[in-house]
């Protein structure tokens, strides 16, 4: 499976904003939905935020609602994730990958795909 490369963390202060990419080379299946993930240190990998196959619907966790937007460009094989409004607790390796689903509040979306080296986020108090 191709791995997709994260790329636009860094460190930044709180309340600031970042904008992450997530470059899938070749080609990104214009089917599959695509997610963003995250793992803090000592943390288990968690969801951040899903998006299907033509952008038109997302699903967020809910620590991310009203901060984080996710979109795809199909045509440049890329996944975004705006992170505004960043806290201390977003501090982590961020991840994307393709998803079974988008997910429920009940069942949250499964990954599909191969994980990349991610990108690492640091929010400074």
């Known amino acids: 499976q191709v791995q997709p490369v994260e790329s636009g963390g860094g460190l930044v202060q709180a309340g600031g904003s970042l904008r992450l990419s997530c470059a899938v080379p070749?080609?990104?299946?214009?089917?599959?939905?695509m997610g963003w993930f995250r793992q803090a240190p000592g943390k288990e990998r968690e969801f951040v935020a899903t998006?299907?196959?033509?952008?038109?619907?997302?699903y967020y966790a809910d620590f991310v609602k009203g901060r984080f937007t996710i979109s795809r460009d199909n045509t440049k094989n890329t996944v975004y994730l705006q992170m505004n409004s960043l806290k201390p607790e977003d501090t982590a390796v961020y991840y994307c990958?393709?998803?079974?689903?988008?997910?429920?509040?009940?069942?949250?979306?499964?990954?599909?795909?191969?994980w990349g080296q991610g990108t690492q986020v640091t929010v400074s108090s």
């Open positions: 990958t393709e998803v079974f689903s988008l997910g429920t509040s009940r069942i949250p979306p499964a990954p599909s795909g191969s």
């Open positions: 070749g080609r990104i299946s214009s089917a599959k939905p």
């Open positions: 998006i299907n196959w033509n952008g038109g619907t997302t």
